[in-house]
């Protein structure tokens, strides 16, 4: 689902093993509260773990036996915070008050007793209070604060002509103005703009008429502390399910919480529920929880879960999301290797019939709609990334969204090509097969060529921009995961980037560096799911130092809040201060057991055999059992000794076992043995970095043949690309530029004293004439008679299931060149981050398909909100031409019922 520095350091677990003994409590520990000689595991410059103890500072978790944890953790979310209050006015829940980086700002402190107020703030005129904050003063506990706001000059625009244009030159109409939020710093203030509407007690209200809207908003609440339960005892019955032993009682406590959670997770209907906060079924977060174990451990409920995402046409379902989902979000790719690893563990071939046609027409659905043959990757949001300001620039709008290429997602798509190659040849479906197998190879060679970064040692977040895409070189840390254990990486590179790859003290953020102004969800978080699968990546490619970290970091937040909790902020490992977050989440503990069956034991499940390639890091070493584990027709009792990479012998019912592989056709109860090597594997290096927020996005105008931008807080100097390619570096915030001769766009970028960068600013275009042409489309289609305003020409042309399927646009064109062909058009359907009704189209010139367009919603009844579509770039002959708009049988949204937009124009733009 999806919203102090610390000291960085490592023991390496080779030199823990000999002081392991007698090693005493850190310095910095409350001795105390913590245990007076308990061996030490694994130590950080933020916490330590122990044989039966997980010990933050003065915070101690306690494995009082394998089924008993106790914790007096607290989190000390509320105990600091800056009585500075930072926020701005939103309209309709869109950030269009102010540009980015300006906002109020209100000192919340004591006034002699009198309830606390803002003045009345005039809506666009930025108010800042500067009053001196004095050393060591914080914001009280449950400080109410009211919130007025002058919108008279809105109001009056309206009145006089019916819209108030905003800073960023766009039109609010009146009739789609619906909501006044406040949005902010400060708890329960949120800068989540796409999400107030799901908070109303941020709406300001104007119940007497007088223009000026007021809220009171109570800051540092008690009602916002967080605690969680000092004590989990096992309470549930889990002997139906794997038991682990082993001589370290905290991760036996944990594996048990773990397991125990799973059951809880289990609906009455039989599919699970993705968290304690989260009920329903969605797609990716059941999906990489099957993979991760949940396909071994309850595979029926895995079965049931995934056949509830499965639409009426017989395609995988992609959950509500960006702009009204697919194709803005494409990661529900992921569902078949969910699926395929239930063939895996279970060897269900009905199942695999099953899902093999589900899985192939909506691959061959996304190659139409999502695939860019030039690059070869494939177009759509970050995977489990689904919270648009979290991970991306605020100038994004949802059809850029889509036309960006994320590693994730495409490690998802390379891994679902190969999936359906693997499944097509076991049903003896050759052709496919090699389809499928010719997509995954374009997918990799894509990753590999476009995305990966040399001078950094990983692969980019994403190429976005609009004509000219740029790299985002921030890390993602799942997707550089999924790209090393589904093996789309080449050479070493799997080895570099798992020892190049940020990770913080607290784990491996979804992010790195983080967002300016984005409070913790997936900036500046650590999700235990994704620190799973990085640890199983380090153990895949032998770093012991990144899977033994992975261990604790996702043992450390488990003990300590005694659940298995959704995420927690990555710059101080607390779960409270996260925009949202829940106990009991599905990948979280997956992600627990995950490591235990495919990390420590290494578990490889393949179509016929299961093969063992464990991996215990040296201060883990010591027997461990594994009992009770169904493998298909077989029951298996795992005894596993020592400690390296490699099996030194490894037998079934004492009998050497070829391979270290178990086959499919093994049925009964059985013991396997494995004795390790006891090898210590070669060094291997981790990149801890420390917290750090990129500069702020620049804002970038142009007049009077200059770029110019406000200064960036930070920023020691300035990068100017000219169509995505660097032009120059400064250190003004100004920069001349040449009138244009053909179509030019410019970004800017802030650089920060230690090398960060900001994202890339919105693309700014520049024309010289007649490089750009308008179509209107009521030329072409019959005018809708809806009373919408702000189109352009004599009125615009409704589209949706039962109108308009096919429109046939005559265009003239200048000269012969690269054209971008994309269109104006509205969407209300629904609300910029959430629902399931963007609307899509095909676009062609006979019939040769030139590519998708993708109209995003734009906001509920928001049908004079007027925005353009995805760019499709093509070559175009001098002359008439004619081009098609048409409804395609690959065109169904995820609602199935409504996809529908309004049309205003074709426009096309001459790239070269």
Known sequence: MN???????????????????TQKMPASTDSASAPALAPLVWQSGAYSVYRDSVVQGRYVARARSRT?????????????QSPQVSFKFSLNGKDNEMQPGQDHVFVALPQDGQPLETSVIVFGQQYVD????????YLAPNTPLRIRLDLRPVLAAFKAKGFYQLYNGQKLYKDDFKHVFVAGNTTPLSWDFDNLINKPQLELKDPDGDGIYEATVVLNAHSDQKTTLGEWQASLDVADLPQLASDFPMLDALYNLALEEAKRAVEPDGTFRTGKEWAGVWTRDISYSIILAQALLQPEAAKTSLLRKVSPAGRIVQDTGTGGAYPCSTDRIIWATAAWEIYLTTGDEQWLRKVFPIIKASIEDDEHNAYDATTGLVRGESSFLDWREQTYPKWMQPADIYQSQNLGTNAAHYQGNCVLALMAAQLGEAAVARQAQTRANRIKAGINQHLWLEEKGYYAQYRYGRLFPVLSPKSEALGEALTVLFGATEGTRAQTVVARTPVMDFGIPCIYPQISGIPPYH????????????????????????????????????????????????SNGDFAGTQINSSNMLWSLSGTLGLVYKGLFGMDFQADRLVFQPFVPQALRGPRTLSNFRYRQAVLSIEMTGFGHGIRRITLDGQVLPEAAVPATLTGPHSIRIELSNDVPAAAAQNKVAHHVAPMTPAVRYAADRLSWAAVEGAKAYQVLRNGQFAARTTETSYAVPAPTAYTEYQVLALDTEGYESFASE????????????????????????????????????????????????????????????????????????????????LRRGAEVLGSVVLPQRGVDEWSDWGFSNPILTRLEKGSQTLQLTF?????????????????YLRLTRVQ
Not at 68 to 80: I, M, R, V
Not at 130 to 137: D, E, L, Q, S
Not at 796 to 817: H, M, Y
Not at 891 to 901: I, K, L, P, S, T
């Open 3 to 21: 919203y102090p520095r610390l000291a960085t350091g490592l023991l390496l677990a080779s030199s823990l093993l000999s002081a392991c003994k």
């Open 68 to 80: 008993h944890l106790t914790s007096n953790y607290q989190s000390p979310a509320n105990e600091f």
């Open 130 to 137: 500067k009053t001196p904050v004095p050393a060591n003063t």
């Open 523 to 570: 900036n500046n978080a650590v999700w235990p799911f994704v620190q799973s699968y990085w640890g199983l990546a380090a153990a895949k490619v032998g770093n012991e130092t990144a899977f033994m970290e992975s261990l604790m970091a996702v043992a450390r937040p488990a003990a300590l809040f005694l659940t298995d909790k959704e995420n927690f902020v990555a």
């Open 763 to 842: 693309p700014l275009p520049m024309l010289a004439e007649p490089f750009q042409l308008t179509y209107e489309l009521e030329k072409a289609a019959p005018k809708s008679g809806k009373p919408y305003k702000g189109y352009t020409g004599a009125g615009f042309v409704e589209i949706s299931k039962t109108l308009n399927r096919t429109i046939a646009l005559k265009v003239q064109v200048p000269a012969a060149g690269l054209y971008a062909l994309d269109f104006r058009y509205a969407n209300g359907n629904g609300p910029i981050n959430t629902s399931n009704k963007c609307a899509l189209r095909t």
């Open 888 to 904: 395609d049988a690959e065109n169904e949204n995820m609602n199935g019922d409504v996809n529908q937009a309004m049309l205003d």
